[in-house]
């Protein structure tokens, strides 16, 4: 079937140093590529999300940007701040469903 | 503005018992609707979406099932627990299929 990998499983930065997620997808009809934050203990929300029309989009220090051809698309936070800890969730959607990562555990050392 | 609502929050459950999980959404109309597992540790695994009343679409073939008797509820059931269905569930809606999801609370299931 069809499936999203995500890399790492777990990623340790410096306070204010850059950190970077990435994912690859298997369905080549995907056009809608989420990345949502689940803090510990609540539940998951939407930080950005990009379609398969642009290649890069930004939001204030978060930008994801997306390669059709090699079917990756990751997640860039710059700037990285305490509360930018937790776990990020990549997902590849076409028609009416997503495929999720496995997540990806973001440590902010201080 | 728009609310989810699951419950409940958590549950214990002995194998071979019946489940039923309730979710429903305020403030909007004719919502997408899934039902989500999460494993500890892991990502989130499509179970169940809805696109209208009446109207599911299974993902992957379990122990599960899923109802929408009305516009803004979407139930998850099942007649007899496994072991193996203990995880945390989490209900989502969204206006358009590949949207914004909005999660509720989710309910935490062991099974015993």
């Known amino acids: 079937g069809e499936n999203v990998e995500q890399h790492p499983s777990t990623l340790s930065v410096q306070e204010g140093d850059s950190a970077v997620i990435k994912c690859t997808y298997s369905?080549?009809?995907?056009?809608?590529f989420p990345w949502y934050k689940q803090e510990l203990g609540k539940r998951p929300q939407l930080i950005i999300d990009?379609?398969?029309n642009v290649g890069e989009k930004k939001d204030q220090r978060i930008a994801v940007t997306l390669n059709k051809t090699a079917k990756h698309f990751s997640l860039h936070i710059t700037e990285t701040q305490p509360e930018d800890s937790a776990v990020y969730f990549c997902?590849?959607?076409?028609?009416?469903?997503?495929?999720w990562g496995a997540g990806t555990k973001l440590i902010i050392k201080p | 503005s728009q609310t989810i609502h699951q419950w409940p929050a958590t549950l214990v459950q002995p194998v071979g018992s019946p489940l039923s999980l309730e979710c429903t959404v305020e403030?909007?109309?004719?919502?997408?609707l899934y039902w989500y597992r999460q494993a500890a540790g892991r990502g989130l695994q499509l179970l169940f979406y809805?696109?209208?009343?009446?109207?599911i679409s299974s993902e992957v073939p379990q122990n599960l099932s899923a109802s929408r008797p009305q516009d803004r509820q979407f139930i998850l059931s099942s007649k007899k627990l496994l072991l193996s269905d203990s995880g945390f569930y989490l209900c989502?809606?969204?206006?358009?299929?590949?949207?914004?999801?909005?999660f509720g609370p989710g309910t935490r299931l062991t099974v015993l």
């Open positions: 989502a809606w969204g206006e358009r299929p590949l949207g914004e999801q909005f």
């Open positions: 369905d080549s009809a995907s056009n809608y």
């Open positions: 990009i379609r398969s």
């Open positions: 403030g909007t109309s004719n919502p997408n």
């Open positions: 809805s696109v209208g009343i009446g109207q």
């Open positions: 997902a590849a959607g076409s028609n009416y469903q997503l495929i």
